[in-house]
């Protein structure tokens, strides 16, 4: 059964926070009329937490995955359950930041945290689907060998 190594799952991790964040600290300013200083640190923050849940999510994902169907391959219902999982363990670890950063309630965070949610539940769909076919998992021989690119483990 072939996985990502733990580099592919770090670049993987940290592309995805650096995409993000880019597009999210100029947009989530604009979009909630707040200072760019103080969505730069929800973002990055959030891109840290992120980036730890991001790798500890995919790498327990996955193995549920191959526990349940024998393989990591996600087929498109897979998928969009994959990122609605990730964006709800991620709603869970950042209300609770982001109102007290913020001097807002749970609930204002958790209403800002909607539109955020759905901003990047749609990032993450077109992000996983373009990292994978740039960085396909790597297929193993029948030898054990793996081939195709991958980055050592």
């Known amino acids: 059964m072939s996985m990502r190594s733990f580099s592919d799952r ?6 995805f926070e650096l995409i993000g964040i880019a597009i999210f600290t100029p947009a989530a300013a604009w979009l909630f009329n ?27 994902f996955d193995h549920a995955l191959i526990r349940v169907t024998g393989r990591v391959a996600k087929t498109m219902p897979i998928r969009v359950a994959h990122a609605m999982l990730f964006e709800a363990g991620l709603v869970v670890l950042l209300i609770p930041f982001v109102a007290w950063y913020l001097g807002i309630s749970l609930w204002a965070a ?8 759905a901003f990047y539940l749609v990032y993450a769909f077109v992000f996983n689907i373009a990292y994978d076919r740039v960085f396909p998992v790597p297929q193993r021989k029948a030898d054990g060998r793996t081939a195709g690119r991958a980055l050592p483990a």
């Open 10 to 15: 770090v670049r993987h991790a940290v592309l």
């Open 110 to 117: 958790l209403m800002m945290d909607i539109s955020i949610v």
């Open 34 to 60: 707040q200072p760019v200083a103080h969505m730069g640190v929800i973002g990055v923050v959030s891109a840290t937490v992120a980036t730890i849940w991001n790798l500890l999510f995919n790498l327990g």
